[in-house]
């Protein structure tokens, strides 16, 4: 068996550099690990070699996560949630359309209120079915008075009958209007009733044909004089005001239903959801620009409970 030899090796595996290594020099000074991350074994460590040292360092960690914990939740109060805002009375009044005189106290676990009602806007004159309450009156007293019995030959012979006839008119007149304002009330409404009835709500509360005559109007530019303004014929419904007061009762609606049973699986209601809180987002920034902190945008923001985080920023729902 012929011996194995072993060939040359390339040139290219030896370090043809005669220079000899230079090393990073080290500073005796630093240490190896830093001191502020301690580890899990050193604090053990130090928990046990000196205990009142170990809980006086709790307790300063415990008092600066309290005080992170409050100006945390001070700044969310502050700047509200993208999509509700902070909550006026406003705001609740749209869940009973105006028609609830006093607020829904929150509940604790064992169901005890927790805290007093407070009194809410009320619209009583807003009725279902897009009818309004003087409306529904005059409709009333014209069907009594169309339908009173009239005296005649047969009541004149006959004694008592006209009288008898008055009084069950009268009767049935209070079993119909009863009736009506059974019907038109708002409480036995579907959630489609009230939404038409805080849309009403919002025209009446942030139309400019109210806000003109109350508000004050908004600063003019330098250089520029008020113009008179034509007299309008009709009802606001189109202004920005009016728009963002509707997406937010709508908003407020929808989410109310995702917070509901197995609302967390409707994909749909999460989109339109964000598509509405959106748009809102929108029209404020507009609005910001145009008024530029006007009495008609202090209104509307103090009245809605929105802050700089329903329009500033990127809102991902």
């Known amino acids: 068996m012929p011996p194995r030899i072993s060939g040359v090796q390339r040139l290219n595996t030896f370090s043809l550099c005669l220079r000899p290594a230079v090393k990073p020099p080290t500073t005796a000074f630093l240490p190896i690990t830093q001191t502020a991350s301690v580890s899990q074994k050193e604090k053990n460590r130090l928990a046990k070699q000196d205990p009142y040292r170990w809980a006086q360092m709790q307790q300063r960690k415990n008092a600066h996560l309290e005080r992170r914990r409050?100006?945390?939740a001070a700044r969310e109060q502050r700047l509200g949630d993208p999509v509700r805002g902070i909550t006026t009375p406003f705001i609740e009044s749209f869940d009973s359309a105006g028609q609830a005189p006093l607020s829904k106290p929150r509940l604790d676990d064992e169901g005890n209120p927790i805290e007093e009602p407070h009194p809410l806007p009320t619209s009583p004159h807003i009725l279902n079915n897009l009818l309004a309450k003087e409306e529904v009156d005059a409709a009333i007293e014209n069907a009594y008075v169309l339908t009173?019995?009239?005296?005649?030959?047969?009541?004149?012979?006959?004694?008592?009958e006209f009288e008898r006839k008055i009084?069950?008119?009268?009767?049935?007149?209070?079993k119909a209007a009863e009736a009506l304002q059974r019907i038109l009330n708002l409480e036995k409404g579907s959630s489609k009733d009230r939404r038409h009835a805080n849309i009403r709500r919002?025209?009446?509360?942030?139309?400019?044909?109210?806000?003109d005559l109350t508000?004050?109007?908004?600063?003019?530019?330098?250089?520029?004089?008020?113009?008179?303004?034509?007299?309008?014929?009709?009802?606001?419904?189109?202004?920005?005001?009016?728009?963002?007061?509707?997406?937010?009762?709508?908003?407020?609606?929808?989410?109310n239903e995702l917070e509901k049973?197995?609302?967390?699986?409707d994909k749909v209601g999460k989109r339109d959801l964000r598509l509405m809180v959106h748009k809102r987002q929108r029209l404020l920034a507009y609005m910001e620009?145009?008024?530029?902190?006007?009495?008609?945008?202090?209104?509307?923001?103090?009245?809605?409970?929105?802050?700089?985080?329903?329009?500033?920023?990127?809102?991902t729902l």
């Open 289 to 315: 620009r145009k008024e530029r902190g006007s009495a008609r945008w202090q209104h509307m923001v103090e009245k809605l409970g929105l802050t700089e985080a329903t329009y500033k920023g990127q809102i």
């Open 70 to 72: 409050e100006i945390e």
């Open 215 to 255: 508000l004050p109007p908004k600063a003019l530019s330098r250089g520029h004089q008020r113009e008179e303004q034509p007299i309008r014929g009709g009802p606001d419904t189109g202004s920005s005001e009016v728009q963002i007061a509707i997406l937010t009762a709508k908003i407020r609606a929808l989410a």
């Open 148 to 160: 009173q019995p009239m005296e005649s030959e047969f009541t004149r012979s006959t004694p008592g």
């Open 261 to 265: 049973g197995r609302g967390y699986r």
């Open 167 to 174: 009084e069950t008119h009268q009767d049935n007149h209070v």
């Open 202 to 211: 919002c025209i009446e509360t942030f139309g400019r044909h109210e806000t």
